[in-house]
């Protein structure tokens, strides 16, 4: 019998990915694929395969795709499971997701994932265990709030590295998701170009005082400690030469092999380039205010003293 879990799977030209992804989740009363106006047959193959497929057109504001889904989609589930195309759940953990979802005292589960770069599980590098909150009861639970505007409209309807604020309990659950990507590195370092577009906007937001709705940086759960940890990393210098230190000899991703070392290169690289971009988006900042000022208005984004 199918369990009943409502399926969330946000996509855009993934037809590499998407049967891979469905068929490990054909033991849920449902599946939603919400796309972006894919063009390489992914509306085509889901539909296939029995999902239910929603257009989804992002306006560079919010909500974003996701949190647009959970607010708008008529689940007939309480819980859902939120899979990127190139994630799949494995028999262990849809077994353990079956129980998990009738048992009392939590209206959450973080899902521990296993990512699989050029083949190989990469164990180490600081990359395991990777806890993502992605079960859920969809009344209780929204993406976290970043602030209005059009600046994240750089990588179109991604929500990347963002975290679900959940109102009630969360547990953890044993078994583990994949995270493999079948498209080539080609399309893996394109799609990582336009995440550091967007991590650059997080990372200069993180310098700001912090927002109505956002995680609380402190100590209190593993969650705010990780944003704590993050509005620190932020401010420190040489970091692109930091993570490789961090990742490679201090989390043993030597451990991993070739593609152990090819993927904290891969990182030490992205973070430079969120480095140049956010750099960049100072200097754009800075020339809009000198524009403001030459032409006589007022840049309501800054208050004079």
Partial sequence: MPSPVSVLIPVKNEIANIEHCIRSVEWADEIYVVDSNSTDGTIGRATALGAKVVQFAYTGSWPKKKNWALANLPFRNDWVLILDAD???????RDEIAVAIQQPGFDGYHLNRRVIF???WIRHCGWYPSWNLRLFRHRLGRYEFLGEGTDEARTGDNEVHEHVVLQ????????????EDFRDLFHWLERHNRYSSWEARVQERLREPQREGQIKAGLSSPL????????IWVRLPFKPTLKFVYMYFFRLGFLDGRPGYYFCRIQKNYEFDI???RYE?????????????LTGQRNPHVTES
Avoid: S
């Avoid at 547990?171 to 994949?178: Q, R, S």
């Avoid at 705010?224 to 509005?231: C, G, I, P, V």
């Fill in 224 to 231: 705010q400690r990780k944003r704590l940890l993050r509005r």
């Fill in 118 to 120: 050029l083949g190989r």
């Fill in 87 to 93: 994630e799949r759940i494995t028999p262990e953990l």
């Fill in 168 to 179: 009630g309990r969360a547990g953890y659950l044993k078994h583990d998701m994949l995270h």
């Fill in 281 to 293: 988006i100072r200097l754009h900042e800075q020339i809009a205010q000198e524009n403001a000022k």
């Fill in 275 to 277: 480095l140049a971009k």
